[in-house]
């Protein structure tokens, strides 16, 4: 084969013209500056006849565009559709006229035919651009335009990966990844960036190629083996369970306990292992049995892929079936809650309201059609209900609702938290008993305040189905709350900074990383420059409904059965979302004192608080039970730690793991994000960073951790999630705080967004449009 080299996008294409076996070049012509000045009036006409075709297209081919040193991508302008030699002339102008005002005259323009019929473009990337692992990954759009993935522009865009080696199984790419094959073999170059197009009839287009600059070791291309290792461990445990119900499961990122969201797609070991320890392992369960559902307290809720976390959504979804259902219809509904997360995977954010029935409202009977309709029989459909309103009551009962109970044993934390922080001068001992109290009186029962809250908002969120709260009265309601983090935005405001750092100073915007500072630790940076300036406060309007309304909230109570009054039941839908939020900060700053010292432990041996990162927090049990040196155990801690997260880092796994072979080769599409407020806002996005100017800006934040509330100090416009569902601690805070937010875009739209000069979010239209 022959062997080529990079020039200029024309020149580089020019050598590839007529010479690809699996894809063609449209015919061109490259025209430098000087050319073009010199040109008569016939050439340009004649190039419609040279080219073939009736319709052109002028692209931009500076001499550093496209190079090894950079893509210079975006910088400069293309032009489509042209028809005429006067629109041709005009073009090549425009097209000269976007290069630097210095260019060189013998600097040149591409003209070729406009490809027509297209049904598939999109771009390939030999290695994955952010780590640099062997893997292709394609971006691919199905709509017939030929710029929508690389100019930004709001699309639907299917992203597909396959490591390297792989033999493909999806169509599409058993076209592209011999061609991509190719094309390295004709640079002997394997880290490019290719832009091709479909035509309808299956003709392969190349429309660009050039280096990938990928700032990361593209040396690095480890063997199928660790990945062999996923597919092999996604084998055994998609097999049917004895234990379990539903034949088999599926993985994901962001339901139930959602990790993505919490500590990321690519947490730190010192952060995984805490979140394993206090929640994920079995504190999730034990709180589920304590509530009524199935026991599963011997399942860890959530695995982790060679250090990437992923709900079992088989256990989880067993996890949410009353404990008294019978065997044959908890199977039943396992697998059928499994095939609904696999038909709607835009759903694996929003599984609880949109797929599973783990809590009774009023407006059970829609869910319980679709259950017909899925050849569900009516006794099964009434032994379901039956047993979710005796659940449902039990846990929302005015007098002894198992919540309250919980609300109670949070308050135990705040002592017991004195206590240990004064009793022991060993950070050992300190951290062991921080984070063992942190389980039983913290995390245990938010867990409980956390499912009465998704409850609360289920049962309101079926006053307005039932049309008994109109939409105005539903929004008002949330904004009425009073949570811990509305009133941190006053307390902002009116408090010193050494009062308001002693109540709220343990807050960071990644709960469980070491790496991130506390704002007690970088309040200059969190906060607006001038403390007690003005910020978003919460405007909160005390719901007000007629007499009727109540009269029909009472009715409806009574005909379904649920232990409540109209007051009553408002009243714990209320204290329910904010006991929830109160139990998050209470138990955080356990956990926060407990990583500060982890910190101070490993500074007393040497070790920066990033070397800690990569150590697992079991080290401390160890620590506490036996005689080993402190300074070994840590220090082999962090060495095995920093192998594993650098062999996760070169680890691409989708959102929602559905078969074994997806350890090798999937697609991913984006998820549904939830759009809060009926507001529209347009502003210059910005991505939420320590120092960063939020004020007039939608804020752009990968998580919706509650340690993000700093923000709400900036007068910001909106913000924007990469990460969370509806029910999530940002949502609340948005609704709250009336501000228009769009939560879990997914990381690919986040990603696109971010780089945008301006955005619309709408969220009555429930769209985001880049201007």
């Known amino acids: 084969m022959d062997s080529y080299d990079f020039s200029n996008k024309g020149r580089t294409l020019e050598q590839l013209h007529g010479k690809l076996t699996h894809a063609e070049v449209l015919p061109l012509i490259v025209i430098s500056y000087q050319q073009f000045i010199s040109l008569h009036d016939g050439f340009l006409k004649n190039l419609f006849s040279t080219l073939q075709t009736n319709c052109l297209v002028v692209r931009s ?27 041709l002339y005009q073009a090549i102008k425009d097209v000269f006229a976007s290069y630097p005002a210095d260019f060189n005259v013998n600097e040149e323009v591409l003209i070729q035919p406009m490809a027509t019929d297209i049904v598939n473009c999109g771009v390939i990337f030999t290695r994955e651009p952010t780590s640099g692992s062997s893997y292709y990954v394609i971006a691919d759009d199905t709509s017939g335009k030929t710029d929508t993935v690389t100019s930004g522009v709001n699309s639907e865009i299917n992203t597909y990966f396959i490591k390297h080696g792989v033999v493909p199984t999806i169509p599409l790419l058993k076209k592209l990844i011999p061609f991509a094959e190719e094309l390295m073999l004709c640079f002997s170059h394997n880290t490019l960036d290719i832009e091709y197009g479909i035509d309808s009839v299956g003709r392969l287009f190349l429309f660009q190629i050039r280096p990938l600059c990928t700032h990361k070791n593209i040396d690095v291309d480890p063997s199928l083996t660790k990945v062999d290792s996923i597919f092999n461990k996604l084998t055994m445990l998609m097999n049917p369970h004895p234990f379990l119900f539903g034949k088999t499961t599926v993985f994901g990122v962001m339901p139930d306990w959602n990790p993505a969201e919490i500590i990321g797609l690519y947490p730190k070991p010192l952060a995984l292992s805490l979140y394993k320890d206090l929640v994920t392992d079995s ?241 200059e940076k969190y906060f607006a420059s001038s403390h007690n300036s003005e910020s978003q406060e919460s405007i909160r309007t005390e719901l007000k409904l007629e007499p009727h309304i109540y009269e029909k909230i009472n009715n409806m109570l009574i005909e379904h059965g ?39 432990l490993g500074e007393h041996h040497g070790f920066t608080r990033d ?98 509330d700093w ?21 609340i805070r948005a609704a709250e705080l009336n501000i228009p937010a769009v939560i879990g875009a997914g990381e690919y739209k986040f990603n696109q967004w971010k780089q945008a000069k301006f955005l619309e979010l709408d969220c009555e239209s429930k769209s985001v449009r880049v201007i």
């Open 562 to 600: 649920i232990n409540h009054s109209a007051s009553s039941l408002l009243h714990f839908i209320k204290s329910a979302i904010e006991g929830r939020e109160y139990a998050k900060f209470i138990f955080t700053r356990s956990l926060s004192d407990a990583i500060e010292d982890f910190a101070l």
């Open 61 to 87: 081919s500076y001499s550093q565009e496209d190079s090894i040193n950079g893509s210079m991508a975006g910088m400069f302008t293309s032009i489509l559709n042209i028809e005429t030699s006067e629109q």
């Open 283 to 523: 504190t999730w369960a034990y709180q589920r049995n304590n509530y009524g559902y199935k026991n599963l307290r011997s399942f860890p809720l959530m695995i982790d892929f060679l250090g990437l976390p992923y709900i079992d959504v088989r256990v989880s979804f067993n996890s949410f079936l009353p404990k008294d259902l019978r065997p044959k219809l908890g199977h039943k509904l396992v697998d059928f809650y499994l095939n609904c997360l696999k038909e709607n995977p835009k759903s694996h954010d929003s599984v609880e309201f949109d797929i599973v029935l783990s809590c009774y409202t009023p407006s059970i009977q829609t869910k319980m059609e679709k259950l017909i309709q899925a050849g569900f029989s009516e006794a099964e459909c009434g032994e379901l209900s039956s047993q979710l309103l005796s659940l449902t009551n039990r846990i929302i009962d005015p007098i002894t609702g198992l919540w309250i109970q919980d609300l109670h044993r949070i308050e135990k934390l705040k002592s017991l938290h004195k206590v240990t922080i004064e009793g022991f001068d060993d950070p050992v001992s300190r951290i062991y008993w921080l984070l063992e109290n942190c389980k039983r009186y913290g995390t245990l029962p938010f867990a409980g305040l956390a499912r009465a809250a998704f409850i609360a908002v289920q049962l309101l969120q079926s006053l307005k189905d039932e049309n008994i709260l109109t939409q105005d009265e539903y929004d008002q309601f949330l904004s009425s709350l009073t949570t811990v983090s509305g009133t941190m935005q006053s307390d902002f405001a009116h408090l010193s900074k050494e009062h308001f750092l002693k109540e709220y100073g343990h807050l960071r915007p990644g709960t469980y990383d070491i790496g991130s500072a506390r704002y007690d630790m970088a309040f």
């Open 611 to 708: 070397d800690m990162s990569f150590a697992n927090a079991n080290i401390i049990n160890q620590l506490m039970t036996g005689s080993d040196s402190q300074y070994e155990v840590i220090k082999n801690s962090i060495s095995l730690g920093k192998q594993l997260y650098a062999a996760a880092e070169l680890v691409k796994l989708p959102p929602l793991i559905n078969s074994p072979h997806d350890a090798y080769e999937f697609m991913t599409s984006e998820c549904e994000p939830s759009y809060i407020t009926r507001k529209k806002v347009i502003a210059s996005p910005v991505t939420c960073h320590d120092g960063a100017d939020l004020t007039g800006k939608i804020v752009l934040i990968t998580s919706a951790d509650p340690g993000y």
């Open 711 to 731: 923000i709400f100090s900036h007068k910001l416009k909106g913000f924007i999630t990469a990460f969370g569902g509806c029910n999530s601690h940002m949502a």
